[in-house]
């Protein structure tokens, strides 16, 4: 996504392929100066330090699937056991706050990427035209207020991780629904919009902060849930640590649904 609004990075099944494809991608690249955060080290996973969390098991009055928020709970607690200290608490910024300006980015960009793919239109849902439209008609002021809230967002988060060492959430707010249905329509009974189930994870693409998803206690049904870990910028060796840390407390590498 242009000006880097997203977290790009590998899908493995444990951590330690994670940490084999992060030595081959993290390489500083004189084409990209986001990478000159790895200039003086390699990557390699240090051991797991001690850490202090704070886990967000919602956010503001955002519904959460009853199992999911069961499962996550309890992979907290489990780091607890493993000697972090984590605490339930609030987000440290106004979710509310961001919803307009994420959309703002996210209309705009597609309406400029589009302009120079113009032949694949026809291939567009109708919810993707419409959104184009709102970034087409959009205006620079527009824009430029949706990057001020950016601003705004990374100043709140630098402090926080002056208090803390990562942010713990569900990864998701919905268990995994219909492959037929866009988004799913409705979350502990409640209705919700096409971001009800991705609650958790703009703010992490808008800071550009590095993220992980870590396989929890599945549904009653064998679903999959996940919990999400968000550190400062720069600290991917850390979210793997503790990831590493968790998976060989909770081995997750043979776990196989029933087909």
Not at 112 to 125: C, D, P
Not at 208 to 216: D, E, H, L, R, S
Request: net charge negative.
């Amino acid at each position: 996504m242009l000006l880097d609004f997203e977290v790009v990075g590998p899908i493995t099944r444990t951590v330690a392929d994670l940490a084999g494809v992060m030595r081959l991608i993290t390489p500083p690249d004189h084409r990209d100066p986001l990478s000159a955060v790895f200039t003086d080290h390699p990557f390699e996973i240090p051991p797991a330090p001690t850490t202090r969390i704070l886990y967000i098991a919602r956010f503001g009055s955002s519904p959460v699937d009853p199992e999911i928020l069961s499962s996550v709970t309890t992979a907290a607690c489990s780091l607890t056991d493993l000697g972090h200290v984590v605490v339930e608490g609030v987000a440290p910024f106004d979710i509310d706050s961001l919803a307009q300006p994420w959309s703002t980015i996210s209309q705009v960009g597609l309406a400029w990427m589009l302009r120079s793919h113009s032949y694949r239109n026809e291939i567009l849902t109708s919810a993707m035209v419409e959104s184009a439209a709102k970034g087409a008609a959009a205006t620079a002021a527009d824009y430029y207020s949706a990057l001020e809230a950016v601003r705004v967002l990374k100043t709140h988060l630098c402090l926080f991780f002056d208090q803390y060492d990562l942010i713990m959430t569900p990864s998701a707010a919905a268990l995994p629904w219909p492959a037929e249905e866009p988004y799913p329509r409705t979350i502990a009974n409640e209705e919700v919009g096409p971001r009800g189930h991705a609650i958790f994870t703009g703010f992490v693409n808008m800071a550009g902060c590095p993220g992980i998803n870590i396989p929890a206690t599945p549904s009653s049904g064998g679903l999959p849930i996940g919990f999400q870990l968000v550190a400062a910028p720069g600290r991917d060796d850390l979210l793997c640590a503790i990831a590493a840390q968790f998976e060989s407390a909770h081995p997750w590498a043979n776990r196989w649904p029933e087909l």
